[in-house]
């Protein structure tokens, strides 16, 4: 599994990277789940990380907004980000994600082929009244994503595992792989989830809070990220 560590500014993501994260992801916290950081923030993540890591950015937690949506994606591009990041939050049917999905996608690859799109669902999609994330990964893979992701949408401190069982994560797992895409599972994990998500087997896992002692609103510290790091390795 590879370790993606959301940092929310440069001096976290010199820990994140240091300690050995996988993908430095950057987001902002006080703007939601998939909050969005400034432009500037993802241009000097990318200079002091200096090319370790790829940088991730994510663009929000959205409605159906797919022009609103796109050009926020390309501006996350232009800034650097290797991976963008779409939350679709506050969406209903299959057509609007596909509608959303293709305009990002189309926005991104437009300006660089290489960047990768990350589609994000939310494994508490009923409290949300949003899509289920099982329903993501054809819709994704049609709209040329390259990366489909399961996190909370509220951040109360509930796990994703709270409300997707490992058979619900497996199969959304599976699905992403038969679709041939990657896939990711974040959302308040636990380091005793470990063993649970190796059994699932995403390719990659999201932290924040796990690797901040607890508290995603504390500090990320370099001593948790390389221990995160060793165990995701064993």
């Not at 963008?84 to 996608?105: F, H, R, S």
């Not at 699932?200 to 995160?228: H, N, S, Y």
Request: with cysteine; hydrophobic share 40%; charged share 25%.
């Amino acid at each position: 599994m590879k370790l993606l560590v959301s940092p929310i500014n440069t001096e976290e993501a010199i820990i994140a990277s240091l300690g050995g994260a996988d993908i430095v992801d950057v987001k902002n916290p006080k703007e939601g789940s998939l909050g969005a950081n400034f432009p500037w923030v993802i241009r000097d993540v990318k200079e002091v990380v200096n090319g370790r890591q790829p940088i991730s950015a994510t663009i929000g937690d959205f409605n159906y907004k797919p022009g609103t949506a796109s050009l926020a994606a390309l501006g996350a591009a232009v800034a650097g980000a290797d991976y963008i990041k779409v939350g679709l939050y506050d969406i209903q049917t299959e057509a609007q994600a596909l509608e959303m999905l293709t305009k990002i996608t189309k926005a991104v690859k437009g300006y660089d082929p290489s960047k990768k799109v990350v589609a994000s669902g939310y494994s508490d999609y009923k409290r949300i009244n949003s899509i289920s994330p099982l329903l993501l990964p054809p819709v994704a893979a049609e709209a040329g994503v390259d990366v489909v992701m399961v996190d909370t949408g509220i951040k109360d401190g509930k796990s994703t595992f709270e409300f997707m069982d490992e058979q619900e994560l497996k199969e959304f797992t599976n699905l992403a792989h038969e679709h041939g895409l990657e896939n990711a599972i974040a959302g308040s994990l636990k380091f005793e989830d470990l063993a649970i998500l190796e059994r699932i087997g995403p390719d990659i896992i999201g932290v924040r809070g796990m690797v901040c002692g607890g508290d995603r609103r504390t500090a990320i510290r370099q001593e948790l990220v390389e221990k995160l790091v060793a165990e995701c390795q064993i």
